[in-house]
């Protein structure tokens, strides 16, 4: 019986998601890896998260991919809908100045849409800028986030994240 459950948890810990041949993956999406970035993954029912913040981080950047499994309901998820609830998410931050939202179709053929904000974090005075791009994913959202103090401007990291990303096969 301990085996069995050893096995289980060994076999549910997989499916989370790592890096392996220089790309990351989470449960069934992939991306290219994020070289000189550290990983961090929690898991909660129907959700999958992963954090990447620099070794060095002096401009307070992390890049966090969320994958949710919505079932037959993510067909609901059009891109209209997406956009009001996203800028109702980020309405609610302190501060928070937006750029409308714009509708995007990856490389991998994957829908959605990006919105920009800028908002000042709980318990701080600094001002942090946010992208957030919704992709729907078959029967499940990814929503990948790119947040910094500082940011840079090309947002390498996260165009590269946006732009790879892909079922997993």
């Not at 913040?53 to 993510?74: C, D, M, Q």
């Not at 997406?82 to 609610?92: I, N, P, Y």
């Amino acid at each position: 019986m301990r085996r069995a459950v050893a096995i289980g948890l060994a076999v549910a810990a997989l499916g989370c998601g790592r890096s392996h041949d220089g790309e990351e993956e989470l449960g069934t999406v992939a991306f290219k890896a994020l070289p000189g970035w550290q990983r961090s993954d929690t898991r909660a029912r129907n959700t999958q998260t992963a954090v990447f913040t620099p070794a060095v981080n002096s401009r307070k950047e992390s890049i966090t991919v969320i994958r949710t499994e919505l079932g037959p309901v993510a067909a609901k998820y059009t891109p209209e809908m997406m956009s009001s609830l996203l800028l109702r998410a980020h309405s609610a931050l302190a501060q928070a100045k937006s750029t409308p939202v714009a509708r995007l179709t990856t490389a991998e053929g994957l829908t959605g849409v990006r919105v920009e904000v800028d908002f000042v974090p709980p318990s701080l005075t600094q001002s942090y800028h946010r992208v957030h791009v919704v992709l729907a994913q078959g029967t499940a959202l990814v929503h990948v986030l790119y947040t910094a103090a500082a940011p840079e401007a090309e947002q390498a990291m996260l165009q590269q994240v946006v732009n790879t990303l892909h079922e997993e096969s």
